[in-house]
């Protein structure tokens, strides 16, 4: 068994924790779990990945239904799929497999590598197992099999349909075999992450309304709160699917067996949530009495829910809430909406709050979500001046994001100057001051890459540091994307301290050579560095690195930022434009390029995006696609 294993140098491979020489003992345990966390996490592939696909497919010819799921995802993805594909042999005989849980297990990978339909068909023609026969409906196919009596058997056909590449029947019978399918618990193993993950599948690629309102009718609690969840892929899809299908779930937020679900719901719809916000402000009212829970409560989606669409009800509940000791768990990159009703009731609050003893977590709160709005709560300086004394390090942190610089601000300043990225702190406290040593103590813990205005304020004062850093500019580029963004602060901060920019240069361009995120970081200086006014005698030496920059805008991961640097170094916009909306279109990088179309005056192009019906998916979380592309597409069009 395993025959070859120990022949693999493994220790000369790595897989996501870095060198792979604990693999071979894994495959002898046959670790499951293990296995997928090293060789395949998030669909991720590694060079012991293929090197264990022949060893993967032994333990899966055994008979292992669970590595034959393993293999089928592995068949999946293009780097190993050809090292899949010369063992597919080994998985034919379990087709006929006397465990039907093998056999349905079987047919996953040999879908998945095109196996020829008539070994698939064949076994179609005989196999009596439900589970199975819906294996093979996928595998094959079969969208005819939509009136098959069996629930799990229509349940994959109706995925075969949704995947099929035509438009989803609207006919009522096909709709009433997908709706009773759900209500008789049918699940589909090949989408196994949730027991309706296949209605997810199904719902976002059915047009109309037809079937979430039958699904949202059902007499089923749990198909009910399913179509909840599944119509908001839709809505994640498309902008004009919010305004057909947010109105359907007015009959969930009523019934307490669906509340939850609904509530959810909305949260990942964006702005037609407000359609029922006062709804979500009396689940939301709760809040206090479940702000303790580790869970992502019904309560804590209303509040989010709340901030995104610009209702100040959240305001209250979140003060009570931290009043007893609990900070909410708002992630730091959603984009809470600063309406003018919301940031009055915070300012509101604040002047409520001010000298109260007790207060000092939930003026922490607020303090927290004035400085995510940054200029744009600029009137709430005076709310923030007077809420230093009781919350010194938030309010002095919320007034520098807005904007604003005063010398009754130095003591927060100072605590926020020492705690891990402090470095914005601590070069404000130099402005006010004129004390150079937090800056420069931040600046030795910096986490790159900083922004070269900050380095630039302290410009000859940061000598001090210049050995430590210089010793970083090897010409070469460092092995990792970390190590190479110390390289770049490096490079930042010797050029600004001494003027010379020969080690420095040498260093960023090699980095810029290495291709990938690395390149990105030294693109990005580029960028900066031909925008700054010192670096007028610059441009000419940058200007020859124009060959590197246009091979990084065929780069997925540096083309962004190959496009900011050629674009300030004179290249023609519409030379840099297809590259800009290929990131775009992948959802990579957005705001950052979406940021560059403007620049550009793109305004045909950033017209187009306003006006698609297809949504821009920025990084985030999954939560977050609609509410994004929302904010996403107002700043654009802003701009056109």
């Not at 986490?447 to 850093?469: C, D, H, K, S």
């Not at 050629?566 to 775009?584: D, H, K, Q, S």
Request: hydrophobic share 50%; net charge negative; with cysteine.
């Amino acid at each position: 068994m395993l025959d070859g294993l120990d022949e693999v140098d493994w220790a000369a491979l790595t897989h996501a924790y870095g060198p792979a020489d604990d693999v071979p003992g894994l495959l002898r345990e046959a670790a499951l779990s293990d296995l997928y966390e090293r060789l395949f996490p998030q669909g991720t592939v590694y060079p012991a990945t293929a090197a264990a696909v022949p060893f993967l497919v032994e333990l899966a010819a055994e008979g292992r239904a669970e590595f034959l799921w393993m293999v089928g995802a592995l068949a999946g993805a293009a780097p190993v799929r050809p090292g899949v594909l010369a063992c597919r042999d080994r998985l034919v005989p379990l087709l006929a497999h006397p465990d039907p849980a093998v056999r349905e297990a079987a047919a996953y990978p040999l879908a998945q590598l095109g196996t020829a339909d008539e070994l698939l068909r064949a076994r179609w023609a005989e196999e009596s197992d439900a589970r199975v026969r819906a294996s093979l409906v996928l595998a094959l196919r079969l969208t005819e099999a939509i009136t098959d009596p069996s629930p799990t058997v229509r349940a994959a056909a109706a995925v075969a349909l949704a995947r099929g590449g035509t438009p989803f029947p609207r006919d009522p019978a096909v709709i009433e075999a997908v709706a009773t399918a759900a209500e008789a618990g049918a699940e589909v193993s090949w989408l196994h992450a949730d027991p309706f993950g296949w209605l997810d599948v199904v719902v976002r690629a059915a047009p109309g309304t037809a079937l979430p309102t039958r699904l949202i009718g059902s007499s089923s609690a749990d198909v009910r709160s399913a179509a909840a969840r599944a119509l908001t892929l839709r809505c994640q899809d498309s902008r004009s699917a919010p305004a057909e299908l947010v109105p359907l779930l007015e009959p969930l937020l009523t019934d307490p067996k669906t509340r939850d679900a609904a509530v959810g719901a909305l949260r990942r719809c964006g702005r037609a949530a407000a359609r029922f916000a006062g709804a979500l402000a009396e689940v939301a009212a709760d809040y206090p009495g479940t702000a303790a829970s580790r869970s992502i409560t019904a309560e804590l989606r209303a509040v989010e829910t709340l901030m995104l669409i610009g209702d100040p009800r959240w305001v209250e509940p979140v003060i009570r809430a931290a009043r007893d000791g609990n900070t909410p768990r708002v992630h730091a990159r959603m984009p809470v909406s600063c309406s003018p009703p919301v940031l009055e009731a915070v300012r509101r609050a604040l002047r409520d709050l001010a000298g109260d003893p007790g207060a000092g977590r939930a003026i922490e709160a607020l303090c927290a979500v004035l400085g995510r709005w940054e200029g744009a709560a600029g009137e709430a300086v005076p709310e923030l001046v007077a809420a230093l004394p009781s919350a010194p390090a938030a309010a002095a942190r919320a007034l520098l994001a807005i904007g604003h610089l005063g010398g009754e601000m130095v003591p927060g300043l100072r605590t926020l100057a020492g705690e891990p990225g402090g470095l914005a702190a601590a070069t404000a406290l130099f402005r006010l001051t004129g004390d150079p040593g937090p800056a420069l103590r931040a600046l030795l813990t910096a986490r790159p890459p900083v922004p070269a205005g900050i380095v630039a304020v302290l410009g000859p004062l940061a000598q001090p540091v210049v050995p430590g850093f210089e010793l970083l500019l090897t010409g070469e580029a460092a092995a990792s994307q970390p190590q190479c963004a110390g390289q770049v602060l490096a490079a930042q901060v010797v050029m600004a301290a001494t003027g010379d920019t020969t080690a420095a240069l040498r260093t960023v361009q090699a980095i810029l050579r290495t291709g990938g995120p690395r390149a990105a970081l030294g693109a990005a200086v580029v960028a900066e560095l031909v925008e700054g006014g010192s670096a007028v005698r610059l441009r000419g030496e940058l200007a020859t690195w124009e060959p590197e920059l246009r091979a990084l805008l065929d780069d997925p991961r540096a083309d962004v930022e190959a496009a900011g640097a050629l674009w300030r170094l004179g290249v023609p916009a519409a030379e840099l434009v297809p590259a800009v909306l290929g990131a775009i279109e992948r959802g990579s990088r957005v705001a950052a390029a979406a940021g560059l179309l403007r620049e550009m005056g793109a305004t045909v192009e950033i017209a187009a995006l306003v006006r698609r019906d297809r949504r821009i998916h920025a990084a985030g979380i999954d939560d977050d696609i609609v509410i994004n592309d929302e904010v996403l597409r107002e700043s654009l069009a802003a701009a056109g």
